[in-house]
């Protein structure tokens, strides 16, 4: 979330007291086909201008790679714990210059059935209430006791 440009741009959003949400489809071809992400997007949409909700609302809503007859639904989850291992690979232009591309695997360590993760790996769309606020509070509470 932290490094989605998605995501940055809805929470400049709430930030700025708009409620808002990033819409992602987990496809990243050049063909990918938009209809569920549009009708999920809609129903969400919908929700979120007709609630009383908070001005600083925040949503990753991401949605599955499948066709919209196979989508069971939408879960309201958390964020799984997961990070993306990088890796860098040395290429050559056409001009014979040296390049690095960027690539990565996504490793998931969250095995919780209540994660973005699993509910995407399950054909649901996943909505994550995210909050701008990255505050380790438990750890404040422990530093605040050492003798700086």
């Known amino acids: 979330v932290i490094y989605s440009g998605t995501m940055s741009a809805a929470m400049e959003a709430a930030i700025e007291s708009i409620p808002s949400a990033g819409f992602s ?9 938009f209809t569920a992400a549009k009708t999920y997007a809609r129903k969400i949409a919908i929700q979120l201008l ?24 939408i879960k309201i989850c958390r964020q799984a714990y997961a990070k993306y291992e990088e ?3 040395e290429r050559k232009d056409p001009h014979g210059k040296t390049y690095y591309w960027l690539t990565g695997e996504f490793v998931n360590f969250d095995k ?4 973005d ?10 909505v994550v209430p995210v909050e701008f606020d990255l505050t380790n509070y438990e750890l404040k509470k422990k530093l605040e006791t050492w003798k700086f």
């Open 50 to 73: 007709s609630k009383k909700i908070d001005k600083h609302l925040l949503l990753n809503v991401n949605i599955p790679a499948v066709e919209e007859s196979l989508i069971k639904g």
């Open 25 to 33: 489809l987990l496809d990243y071809s050049m063909d990918a086909d």
């Open 112 to 115: 919780g059935r209540d994660t």
């Open 87 to 89: 890796a860098f690979i």
């Open 117 to 126: 993760v699993w509910a995407l790996a399950h054909n649901y769309v996943s």
